[in-house]
């Protein structure tokens, strides 16, 4: 479909610094590639990883990594131990999805929110209603 040479490598030689300096949110519109016409004229990177470093570079594109990630072993945690039934089922088929967009970020879609991922954000919602997420103060020791 023409991801590899029509839009991945002619961004690979725009993304020189945006490993430090990131170029923003959906930032391919204004992209080198895209303003000289070497790039197919496509809205988002077509590669959830790339978008993500190419969007956010590499600092803040592993902090939101490291936050996917957790939040994943959080619906994890819930699906085993939440007391009621049916939430265990929706964060067991939130974790699910959360593998499904990891394997479906080869080749489309963004690790930032959007419209097609509202199920998910609310089955977030949902998990910090029940105490997910919350962080939970170390007890002091008094030596």
């Known amino acids: 479909a023409g991801r590899l040479d029509r839009i991945w490598l002619p961004l690979l030689d725009d993304f020189s610094l945006s490993w430090l300096f990131p170029h923003g949110p959906s930032s391919i519109m204004w992209s080198k590639p895209m ?15 790339l978008g993500l470093l190419y969007d956010y570079g ?3 594109g592993v902090l939101i990594a490291g936050f996917l990630a957790y939040l994943f072993g959080q619906f994890v945690r819930y699906a085993k131990r ?12 939130a974790a699910v999805a959360m593998l499904v967009w990891a394997i479906q970020g080869i080749s489309d879609d963004r ?4 419209i097609a991922q509202t199920p998910l954000w609310c089955a977030v ?3 910090m209603g029940r ?13």
Request: no cysteine; glycine share 14%.
């Open 35 to 49: 303003l000289n016409g070497t790039i197919l004229f496509v809205g988002h990177t077509h590669n959830a990883y």
């Open 58 to 60: 590499m600092i803040l």
């Open 82 to 93: 939440d007391e009621d039934r049916g939430l265990r089922h929706l964060f067991e088929g």
């Open 111 to 114: 690790f930032t929110p959007t």
């Open 125 to 127: 919602g949902i998990l």
């Open 131 to 143: 105490g997910g997420l919350a962080v939970k103060p170390r007890a002091r020791s008094l030596v």
